[in-house]
């Protein structure tokens, strides 16, 4: 997981464990989670857009490169994604547990929204 906010990563990582998920790590900026996408072993990615200025779009790159399904969970609105990342499925902040979940399973399972 990549997000900067201390109290949005908790409520995330609550959320992700009640749902029986296991976060690997959490990660607040760009160059710790880029080290983390090279080496770590998980399922699903979950990207904050603005990571304390700096844009994740480089993460989202690297996990289409490396073809690691993620989703934005984001304040952001698709217009404010370059175009090629504004299909990613994205969900809005603040978020909806449920809603999470739901996403986290279509994206893992493949389906389009």
Partial sequence: ???DDFLVA???EHDLAAADYTVVGTYANCSAAATAIR???YDLAILDVNLNGEPAFP???ELIARGVPFLFLTGYGAIHLPE???E???IAKPHQPHS???LIEIVLS???R
């Fill in 84 to 86: 090629r990342l504004r």
């Fill in 88 to 90: 990613i499925p994205r």
């Fill in 100 to 102: 999470l979940i739901r």
């Fill in 59 to 61: 993460l989202a790159e």
């Fill in 10 to 12: 908790l409520a995330i």
């Fill in 39 to 41: 080496s770590e072993s």
């Fill in 110 to 112: 493949g389906e389009r």
């Fill in 1 to 3: 997981m990549v997000e």
